[in-house]
């Protein structure tokens, strides 16, 4: 029995990893799915450490969610997508002054804001926005950008690869106050934004990360290169509360 079990989930694999790809492309191209991306590729690594899935099937799989889901959002912000933004983007954090901010940032300081924008928690989106508003081509934005979604992808995948014996030890043996810590992590990752973003930038910013490295590298890394100013009102919230 547990043997027709193991054969049948290793089975519905093929089909799972695509389902799994197609989230992520479209967590990648900024379409707002109210679950963080870094978790669902934290859980994929999880089931590459378990043997599940091949763990090279999986770092291939998320190279071409890199540059699919990277490559639609700054088509969308450049194209057709620029007048929805212009409409509902202040709903998401998304406003015009913030745009006009990052959108500076990306032409004054090139592929290096690029990549460590779109490898940084809380500025992922924004900086792909900020770069179909600008006048790079690209032919020159994409690179850096595909780099920076890349870097964030393949290092959950090893994080969750390498965690993953000990979460399912730690499941195995405590599951009811495994799992409640797990929510309580997620959901002090989405307080932590929303008192340090706003409301509208900060639910951004949770669908993009919410785990505690993502957290920290969210908070020192815009600082430490000299981004600020992608962030909602250079790092603070607006006299309202809502990001900008």
Partial sequence: MRAGTLAATESSLGLGLPAVAGVLTAMEAGVPIP???????????????????????????????ALAGTALLFLAARGPGRALLTRFGPRLGFTAARLNRATAVVERRGPAALAVGRGTPGLRTVTVVAA?????????????????????????????????P????????????????????????????????????????????CCPACLALGTLVPRAFGIEDLTPAGGGRSPGGAGT
């Fill in 35 to 65: 679950i963080p991306s870094d978790l669902v590729v934290l859980v994929l690594g999880e089931r590459a450490s378990a043997g599940r899935i091949s763990v090279l099937a999986a770092a291939i799989v998320l190279e071409a969610v």
């Fill in 132 to 164: 179909g508003g600008s006048n790079l081509s690209f032919r020159r934005a994409l690179p850096p950008l595909v780099l920076g979604s890349s870097i964030f992808l393949q290092l959950h995948l090893v994080l969750g690869y390498l965690l993953g």
């Fill in 166 to 209: 000990a979460a399912r030890d730690a499941l195995e043996q405590a599951k009811g106050p495994v799992v409640v810590g797990l929510v309580v992590v997620a959901l002090a990752g989405v307080v932590f934004w929303l008192l340090r973003r706003g409301r509208r930038a900060g639910s951004q910013a949770a669908a993009e990360a």
